[in-house]
C-alpha cells in the first residue's frame, strides 16, 4: 500500500519527531510504500497532506503525534478525499482519541503494529463535527474528531497549549489553576436544535467523542456511531464550587452535578449574548487545536471519516 506519513515533530514534548523515525522505518520494512509528509509547520504540513490525499494511488494518511495532528489529517481527507482512511501512532500530550480508540499510548512499535493489522481490515466508520461562522462564508468549515470547546474548557486549553510545564496531561490542571484565578463567567448562548439552553458561562462543551484535555470523560455517553452531538454545559459559579465539580470530570460523575446541564443535538449555535459583567468568550478550541471565534454552528455529519482502527 501507499501510505501517507504527517509527523508533528513537537507533538508530546517532542516524542513525537522520534516516534515518527520510528514509524516511518517499521512500515516501509514491512512492505509498503512510504511516503514522508513531515513538515516545519501546521501550513506546510496541510499543503503536502492535501497533495498526497488527492494522488491517486494514495491508501492511507497516517497521523503521527496527538489529537492536533489527527485532526489536521482528518480536516485534509474530509477537504480533499473524503475516501481515504486515516490511521494514528499516537505520540502527542493528550491523546484523547487514541484512548478512546484503545490505540497503544507511548509504544510506536506497538501501535505500528496494531496499524499494521488495521490496514488488512475494513475502516471504522465515524461522525465527525462539523464547525461553520454564522455570520461569514459558510464555505470555510473545519471538521472535529472528538470535542468542540467554547467554555473554561477553551481557555484552560489554550493556556495548555501555550505551556512547556509540566508534560503531559498535568499541562491541562495548571493551566486550570490559572485560569481560575480571574474567572467570572463567560459571556456564551447555546442554542441546540433551536432550543436555548440554560445559561452556560461555565463550561461549553460539543462532543462528538467522550473525552478531552488528556483523559477528562467530559461526555461520558458520547458516541462516535449515533448521529448525535452530546452539548455539556454548565452555569456560571463560584470558584470553589467549579473546584469541586472540576475533579469529577476525570470519572464522568460531573454531568449528575445540578450546575451541569446535558443534552443532545444534531445541530448547535455558539452565540454572544453580550450579557453585562461577563468575560469575553475564549477562542474556540476542537481536538485541542484554535478554530475561532463566536458566533459559530455546529453540526454532526454522520460516519464521515474512515478510521485504521
Not at 6 to 14: F, R, S, T, Y
Not at 53 to 67: I, N, T
Not at 121 to 143: F, N
Amino acid at each position: 500500500m501507499r501510505l501517507g506519513v504527517l509527523v508533528n515533530p513537537a507533538a508530546g514534548g517532542g516524542r513525537a519527531a522520534a516516534a515518527g523515525r520510528e514509524a516511518l522505518d517499521l512500515l516501509a520494512a514491512s512492505g509498503h510504500e512510504v511516503v514522508d509528509l513531515t513538515a516545519p509547520d501546521a501550513a506546510s504540513a496541510r499543503i503536502r497532506a492535501a497533495a498526497f490525499a488527492v494522488e491517486p494511488d494514495a491508501d492511507a494518511l497516517v497521523a503521527v503525534g496527538g489529537d492536533g495532528v489527527l485532526n489536521l489529517a482528518a480536516n485534509c481527507v474530509l477537504q480533499h478525499a473524503p475516501h481515504l482512511p486515516v490511521g494514528l501512532v499516537p505520540a502527542g500530550t493528550g491523546n484523547d482519541t487514541a484512548r478512546a480508540l484503545g490505540l497503544p499510548r507511548g509504544n510506536p512499535v506497538a501501535a505500528v503494529t496494531h496499524l499494521l493489522g488495521a490496514l488488512g481490515r475494513d475502516p471504522v466508520v465515524v461522525d465527525v463535527g462539523e464547525i461553520t461562522p454564522l455570520d461569514a462564508d459558510p464555505a470555510r468549515r473545519r471538521w472535529f474528531v472528538g470535542v468542540a470547546s467554547a467554555g473554561i474548557d477553551a481557555a484552560v486549553n489554550a493556556r495548555a497549549n501555550a505551556t512547556a510545564w509540566p508534560r503531559g496531561s498535568a499541562r491541562y490542571l495548571v493551566a486550570l489553576a490559572r485560569e481560575l484565578v480571574a474567572f467570572r463567567g463567560f459571556d456564551v448562548a447555546v442554542v441546540a436544535d433551536g432550543v436555548a439552553l440554560p445559561e452556560s458561562g461555565t463550561l461549553v462543551a460539543i462532543a462528538n467523542g467522550a473525552r478531552i484535555g488528556g483523559g477528562m470523560l467530559i461526555a461520558p455517553d458520547a458516541s462516535w456511531t449515533d448521529g448525535m452531538l452530546d452539548v455539556v454545559t454548565a452555569r456560571t459559579v463560584p470558584r470553589r464550587t467549579l473546584l469541586t465539580v472540576f475533579p469529577r470530570v476525570y470519572r464522568g460523575t460531573h454531568v449528575d452535578h445540578p450546575v451541569v446541564h446535558v443534552t443532545r443535538a444534531r445541530e448547535v449555535e455558539l452565540r454572544v449574548p453580550h450579557w453585562p459583567g461577563r468575560a469575553a468568550p475564549p477562542v474556540v478550541h476542537a481536538d485541542g487545536e484554535p478554530v475561532g471565534n463566536l458566533p459559530l454552528r455546529v453540526r454532526v455529519v454522520p460516519q464521515a471519516l474512515r478510521l485504521l482502527a
